[in-house]
């Protein structure tokens, strides 16, 4: 009986840790996206000297809130996240529209899809 007890407890704080870790990466993976959003309204408007520091504050969170995300990730993604934002660093820097806005959308498809790769649901299951 003592034995089923542990068991049973290990189980459960796995799944705690699991539900833990799916909700930060999706409130994360959300904070990331407005910011991206706002960067994009930045490139549109031709405000690039605030495009600039958000693209900033945006590459500083992403180094203090996702560095425990390759514990649950995989690493691949991560890397192609961070090679999307040093490209749109350098774009917003270069002040060209087109590119920020088009890889600014395509960082934030992939931070968007990270939750929902990682959910719980028949989906992924299957």
């Known amino acids: 009986m003592r034995l089923l007890t542990v068991l049973f407890v290990i189980f459960l704080l796995i799944v705690m840790l699991g539900a833990w870790s799916n909700y930060a990466i999706s409130a994360s993976a959300e904070q990331f996206s407005k910011t991206i959003d706002e960067i994009m309204m930045d490139a549109e408007n031709n405000n690039w000297e605030e495009a600039k520091q958000k693209v900033t504050f945006l590459e500083n969170r992403w180094q ?12 691949q993604e991560i890397d192609n996240i961070e090679f999307s934002l040093a490209r749109v660093k350098e774009y917003v820097a270069q002040k060209n529209t087109d590119l920020s806005l088009g890889h600014l959308s395509e960082l934030k498809l992939m931070i968007k899809h990270i939750p929902e790769k990682e959910a719980v649901t028949i989906k992924n299951i299957l």
């Open 64 to 75: 203090k809130d996702a560095s425990w995300w390759p514990v649950v990730l995989d690493h």
